[in-house]
């Protein structure tokens, strides 16, 4: 048994050994997600992400559950999120003195109150962000890059639906 799980754990950490597949993680923190949703926060074809969800799925890192023609993700366990967190709060102290790009405002340490991605909805902090745009004095923070894109193409689209 005391082998085993160490075993088991390396057969584990492989499957989450991809950036991508990493970060659907992050997107699933708060929510479940269908394939579709995942794609477009991620920019990312689809043939490519339902290998990676393939793999979490086999993993059992995430679970799925079919509902009309979508099927929805969802992290099976939060300690999949805490040990994510664990390991990104190491590598983002080693980034913390590098410059970042000028619109890239991102000091992802810091914890204010919750806002959500203006593209999807995704409830966010400045600590799951992936990425934030400084405009107008204003911070927009975004899931990942397939938000953010569609962000910079048509701001006003976004923010006129955000005011409902
Ligand atoms: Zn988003």
């Given at each position: 048994m005391y082998k085993q799980i160490f075993i088991e754990h390396a057969k584990l950490l492989k499957a989450l050994a991809n950036p991508k597949r990493l970060e659907i993680i992050q997107l699933l923190r708060d929510q479940e997600l269908s394939v579709g949703q995942i794609q477009e926060m991620l920019d990312l074809p689809q043939a490519n992400l339902s290998q990676h969800l393939q793999v979490l799925r086999q993993a059992q890192v995430v679970t799925a559950r079919k509902e009309g023609k979508n099927i929805y993700y969802k992290i099976a366990h939060s300690n999949f999120l805490h040990a994510s967190d664990l390991i990104r709060e190491i590598l983002i102290k080693r980034h913390q003195n590098d410059d970042l790009a000028d619109?890239?405002?991102?000091?992802?340490?810091d914890l204010v109150p919750l806002t959500h991605?203006?593209?999807?909805?995704m409830r966010l902090s400045p600590k799951t962000a992936a990425f934030a745009l400084k405009r107008k004095s204003q911070t927009y923070y975004f899931c990942a890059e397939g938000c953010l894109k569609k962000f910079k193409t048509q701001p006003d689209r976004y923010l006129k639906s955000k005011q409902k």
């Open positions: 619109e890239l405002v991102l000091k992802m340490s991605d203006p593209v999807c909805g």
